[in-house]
């Protein structure tokens, strides 16, 4: 199975400041058509997940463009530009390339 | 408005079994793969299983392969996860998610998800 870590687990951040989650995998998500097989949830306190990142740099439909994905291979970065309030939670990745699918252990952001 | 709505939770004996379903609306349900994704309590996200928009194919995690089965009614849109040979390590919460599209087995992101339904695995 590919396994799936990320960095930090736990993240404080000041509203308007950048925001960076690391994403590592085992294996390469890339799959030969090109595209890495990397997504991005966020799970907020008390909520289902949401998808915000496919294909490790598609954003997901209503995802504000603070939200960034980049990386390849084995290596992938959530970049947010400037945190707000409303994106505390928990961020996962997941990579969708194999079965079973994994994903990370998850980084929790909460607010300074 | 797009919405899954899953039901059949609830306390089941060790060894025990249970069903679960995923109600989908506001979408061409036949259209798109769906998965189970669970959450034990306090924990992160656990993938469990996938299914094409077809029902022809499937994929389970390791921890429930012989134990669970998905499946779907498309006439229903509806989702299945009938889960036999219970234990405590399956106690969590179960989301069922919308694959963005058909490209069963790969993935390209699970856009909708559910509120999740609570299977608790106790004596």
């Known amino acids: 199975d590919i396994v799936m870590t990320q960095s930090p687990l736990s993240l404080p951040v000041t509203p308007g400041e950048p925001a960076s989650i690391s994403c590592r995998s085992s294996?390469?998500?890339?799959?030969?058509?090109?595209?890495?097989?990397l997504d991005w949830y966020l799970q907020k306190p008390g909520q289902s997940p949401r998808l915000l990142i496919f294909?490790?740099?598609i954003r997901a439909s209503g995802v504000p463009d603070r939200f960034s994905g980049s990386g390849s291979g084995t290596d992938f970065t959530l970049n947010i530009s400037k945190v707000e309030a409303g994106d505390v939670g928990v961020y996962y990745c997941?990579?969708?390339?194999?079965?079973?699918?994994?994903f990370g252990p998850g980084t929790k952001v909460d607010i300074k | 408005e797009v919405q899954l709505l899953e039901s059949g939770g609830g306390v089941v004996q060790p060894g025990g079994s249970l069903r679960v379903s995923c109600a989908a609306s506001?979408?061409?349900?036949?259209?798109?793969?769906m998965k189970w994704v669970r959450q034990a309590p306090g924990k992160g996200l656990e993938w469990v299983s996938g299914?094409?928009?077809?029902?022809?194919?499937?994929n389970y995690a390791d921890s429930v392969k012989g134990r669970f089965t998905i499946s779907r009614d498309n006439s229903k849109s509806t989702l299945y996860l009938q889960m036999n040979s219970l234990s405590a390590d399956d106690t969590a919460v179960y989301y069922c998610?919308?694959?963005?599209?058909?490209?069963?087995?790969?993935?390209?992101?699970?856009?909708?998800w559910g509120q999740g339904t609570t299977v608790t695995v106790s004596s």
């Open positions: 998610a919308k694959g963005r599209g058909s490209s069963f087995p790969l993935g390209v992101g699970m856009d909708v």
């Open positions: 506001g979408f061409s349900f036949r259209n798109y793969d």
């Open positions: 299914i094409s928009d077809n029902g022809a194919m499937t």
């Open positions: 294996q390469s998500l890339l799959n030969t058509n090109g595209y890495n097989y």
């Open positions: 294909l490790n740099s």
């Open positions: 997941m990579q969708a390339l194999q079965t079973p699918r994994t």
